[in-house]
């Protein structure tokens, strides 16, 4: 039988980070031209997971999945196993019998040598999970059922993640993204199922809005070649802020008002002071994420992205990191006629890499 072929986008973090963390905080991401993929092949009396970099352990299932008794060892999966869960949650839901099916991931977001870029591994494997299976099943689901979907299993995961990556991987393009409150939809998921979460009250202020890219601006990526944890990270943060200090309520506030402008910014009637208020907007979020590194003792501006960054602004361009930071990739909004050439000189000096990233354009109607 034919495979069903699914890629999901990679994602980068724009504006926003750390911040979105909270509900309803805004943020800025966008999809990038880089893809995971997954192959799903119907099975006969077993299902299974493999992906060639992690062939010395595939998982095999040959219950039926309504009793899916996963191998809950095999780490590298739980992205793919808590999405296969809530979509085999919800086929039940509409009275669909279980098949088994062998599925194939193929990662097209890491470095050949096998170190990640950060470019949202996770959040694409998810994405492109519920994607095959909703086409295996032929569940129909929406973009907004697949995003939805997605968080619910990712957030089975990595309880506080945004999932500002999820809705970047399933929607593509430029997007503005508030993060629904992740107990309230677990409290909801374990009262109504998959099935009753879908659509109801319980996301709250969670919001995917398509953005335009800044017209007149190019968009660059520089990669540091140090790959970051952003779990570490984010619980450094936290464990090193009070989330109900002065200083928190400021930050939050402050970055609000910043990507508030970013999104003003690349909206559909762009004029000339656009470019400018994308250009300050970015500026100020990279200070901002500074300030809080420095207040929580965390470094999420390295110093190899501190040059990135450094190399950027000094040709009138405006950079930060990208997602939590401590290495990975940092991102360069730069205006028409700066000297790029100078800044990849920079970089090149300083060993970072520029990665020739493109946006993976929008899908469907929002
Ligand atoms: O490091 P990344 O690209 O996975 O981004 C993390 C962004 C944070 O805001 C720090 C965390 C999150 O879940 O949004």
Redesign the pocket.
């Known amino acids: 039988p034919d495979a069903i072929v699914v890629r999901a986008a990679g994602k980068l973090?724009v504006a926003g980070?750390?911040a979105?963390?909270s509900p309803g905080q805004p943020s800025v991401l966008i999809a990038v031209d880089r893809y995971l993929t997954v192959s799903l092949t119907a099975g006969v009396d077993a299902g299974s997971i493999h992906s060639p970099e992690y062939s010395r352990m595939p998982v095999r299932w040959t219950r039926g999945v309504d009793g899916l008794t996963l191998d809950r060892e095999h780490h590298p999966y739980d992205y793919v196993i808590a999405a296969i869960e809530a979509a085999e949650q919800l086929r039940a839901s509409r009275g669909l019998a279980p098949r088994f099916f062998d599925l194939r991931i193929d990662s097209g977001l890491d470095d050949p040598s096998g170190r990640k870029f950060?470019l949202?591994s996770s959040a694409a494997v998810t994405v492109a999970t519920i994607a095959a299976i909703d086409a295996f099943y032929g569940l129909r689901l929406t973009l907004r059922e697949r995003y939805e979907l997605a968080m619910l299993a990712t957030i089975v995961v990595a309880p506080?993640?945004?999932g500002?990556?999820v809705a970047a991987s399933t929607y593509g393009g430029w997007i503005g993204y508030r993060s629904p409150d992740r107990d309230l939809l677990r409290r909801a998921r374990a009262e109504s199922g998959v099935a009753g979460v879908l659509g109801s009250p319980a996301w709250g202020d969670a919001e995917i809005v398509r953005l335009e890219p800044p017209s007149g601006l190019d968009l660059l990526v520089g990669w540091t070649g140090h790959p970051?944890s952003?779990e570490r990270l984010?619980s450094g943060v936290s464990r090193g802020t009070n989330a109900t200090s002065t200083d928190q309520t400021a930050f939050l506030a402050a970055s609000r008002a910043c990507v508030d402008d970013l999104w003003r910014a690349l909206s559909r009637d762009q004029d000339a002071a656009s470019a400018d208020l994308a250009l300050a907007s970015l500026r100020r979020n990279r200070r901002l994420l500074q300030e809080l590194g420095a207040r929580s003792g965390v470094t999420i501006e390295t110093d190899r992205l501190r040059i990135l960054c450094d190399a950027a602004e000094d040709i009138g361009a405006a950079a930060k990191p990208?997602?939590?930071g401590g290495g990975?990739c940092g991102i360069v909004l730069a205006p028409a006629g700066a000297d790029l050439a100078g800044m990849l000189r920079a970089w090149e000096t300083n060993d970072i890499r520029h990665l020739t990233i493109g946006v993976h354009p929008p899908e469907g109607e929002h």
């Open positions: 973090f980070e750390y979105v963390v950060g949202g506080n993640a945004s500002g990556d970051a952003t984010v990208s997602g939590a990975d």
